[in-house]
């Protein structure tokens, strides 16, 4: 057997593995009624400041779980909001696991919370591909990295529920191909809704906080019935 092939296996292996914590995490919200969310984007796309107004804005109870592979300032910076916010750090390692999400979940207080959302750590590849037990994944895409992404990192794209343009007001300053953007989203997945946010004026983020309750409404509704 090559190398390559054992490198394969390995990573088959391990998200076997992985994929029996994030069952367990996906029928302990299910019970609960937790809207569940894995945000994943680049570094500096905008996620932690979408967080920040999410929760300024928003009227629900959120926690955040923090990934990044060092420090905490994200997460400080959202504890100053008074959102209980968890921090993982990785230690170079370029994605979270559901193993350990789980192991941070069961240290929370989650009777009041209604939607917790995972920051991951900043990356379109390797984040994409593990599953955390989350409802959904939500793609964060900034207008200044470009309009080629989604056909670039596919994965993230075709799996998301939906996705977030940020720092949409820089878009008279950046080469950003709007109609090339949304044929490109459309090929890989027609029906997934895109959210255009300037995170500065605001514009956008009553359509994503409707979004949110929406699906919280609807994951409560299934919770119920079961």
């Given at each position: ?11 088959q292996s ?205 994951k409560r ?6």
């Open positions: 057997m090559n190398q390559m092939s054992e490198v394969v296996l390995l990573q391990v998200m076997a593995a992985d994929e029996k914590h994030a069952l367990s995490i996906r029928k302990n919200f299910k019970r609960k009624g937790i809207l569940f969310i894995n945000m994943i984007g680049s570094p500096g796309c905008g996620k932690t400041t979408l967080l920040e107004e999410t929760a300024k804005l928003g009227k629900l109870h959120m926690a955040v779980i923090e990934g990044d592979i060092e420090t905490s300032r994200d997460a400080d910076r959202l504890a100053a909001l008074g959102v209980n916010t968890y921090q993982i750090n990785t230690h170079g390692g370029c994605h979270l696991e559901a193993h350990v999400v789980e192991r941070v979940i069961g240290e929370m207080p989650l009777d009041n919370v209604d939607v917790l959302f995972v920051e991951n750590v900043g990356n379109l590849v390797c984040p994409a591909e593990f599953d955390l037990g989350e409802d959904f994944k939500v793609a964060v895409l900034s207008t200044p990295e470009g309009a080629d992404k989604p056909l670039k990192y596919p994965m993230l794209f075709a799996n998301a529920l939906a996705i977030v343009l940020t720092k949409t007001d820089l878009l008279p300053y950046v080469r950003f191909d709007m109609q090339m953007f949304k044929e490109d989203i459309s090929s890989i997945n027609p029906l997934i809704p895109v959210f255009e946010i300037d995170l500065i004026s605001g514009n956008g983020m009553n359509s994503w906080l409707d979004f949110i309750t929406k699906k919280l409404e609807e509704q299934c919770s119920n019935i079961l």
